[in-house]
């Protein structure tokens, strides 16, 4: 049964190009959701398009990084940033024909982390984490190939407009 249902109405468009349109999740309770809109109410497989996402809401936060030979997921406050120690992080190994299945459990420690050593290579896997805080999934997969550490250097220019208008020098 669907937590939550709504409708929007979309402008008409004329222009065949790509338009955006924002709504509000009219759900109350934190956890873990997949968003599903359709051109029709029906939700009907024939003659319809349909579109799917991942949501969490929550004050739980999941992130994990390749470490040598494991991986380390930490778990912190979503509003702080603060470590949640005790949280629950399950490793899930991918199973698309007999079902995903949960490998290993580990609590984090006092610094939000917990360490899962190296399993199959040829395996892929995400991780799920609950706490106090609410739940967390990331369904990114990963698998446990050595990854050599690299320095990456980045940035991010956000501006109030473009940055090039025509004609401008």
């Known amino acids: 049964k669907a937590a939550a249902s709504w ?3 979309l402008e008409k468009t004329v222009d065949y190009k790509t338009h955006r349109a924002f709504s509000q999740v009219p759900v109350e309770k934190d956890g873990f959701y997949v968003v ?7 939700f009907s ?7 799917a996402l991942f949501i969490n809401l929550g004050n739980l936060v ?15 406050e979503g509003l702080t940033g603060n470590p949640v120690a005790g ?4 490793l899930y190994r991918y199973d698309w024909q007999r ?6 459990s580990r609590r984090t420690d006092a610094d939000g982390i917990a360490i899962f050593k190296r399993r199959s290579r040829n395996r892929s896997y995400f991780l799920y984490a609950e706490a106090e805080h609410g739940v967390a999934f990331d369904p990114n997969s990963f698998n446990f190939y050595r990854h050599r550490s690299r320095s ?3 940035s991010l220019v956000y501006t109030d407009r473009s940055i090039y208008r025509p004609l401008q020098t």
Do not use: F, P, Y
């Open 7 to 9: 409708h929007i109405d």
């Open 36 to 42: 599903v809109s359709s051109a029709n109410s029906e």
């Open 45 to 51: 497989r024939d003659n319809n398009v349909m579109r």
């Open 62 to 76: 999941l992130t994990w990084q390749h470490k040598g030979d494991h991986i380390e997921a930490r778990c912190v």
């Open 87 to 90: 949280a629950q992080v399950h």
């Open 99 to 104: 079902g995903h299945k949960r490998e290993k």
């Open 152 to 154: 990456r250097t980045a």
